[in-house]
């Protein structure tokens, strides 16, 4: 079992940044796959970041050279730094873990609550 919780989120400015973080419970977070979903109103929720338990990342093509996804398994914690933030940024973004996931919402069983970001124009 794993029990994450998001932290980090707030309204910004666009062009503005913002760090998410997420910290995780349980002694075995560096064997998981750790990513970053986010659901606007009225869409489904979406893939944003994810890192492997190898450090391999991927990102959707919509935040690519923007956030960057990272984990400090020491303080079982996953981080996304989030730069020139667009209103189309605007959502809940959630933190999910999954062993073996890469970028699908059904490989990831373990999800937080949510952070919402608001970044307006």
């Known amino acids: 079992q794993v029990q994450l919780v998001e932290s980090g989120g707030g309204l910004v400015q666009a062009g503005g940044s913002l760090r998410l973080s997420c910290a995780a419970s349980?002694?075995?977070?560096?064997?998981?796959?750790m990513g970053w979903f986010r659901q606007a109103p009225g869409k489904e929720r979406e893939f944003v970041a994810a890192?492997?338990?190898?450090?391999?990342?991927y990102h959707a093509d919509s935040v690519r050279g923007r956030f960057t996804i990272s984990r400090d398994n020491a303080k079982n914690t996953l981080y996304l730094q989030m730069n020139s933030l667009k209103p189309e940024d605007t959502a809940v973004y959630y933190c999910a873990a999954g062993l073996g996931a890469t970028m699908f919402k059904f490989e990831y069983p373990y999800w937080g609550q949510g952070t919402q970001v608001t970044v307006s124009s």
């Open positions: 890192m492997r338990r190898n450090n391999g990342t």
């Open positions: 349980g002694r075995t977070f560096s064997m998981y796959t």
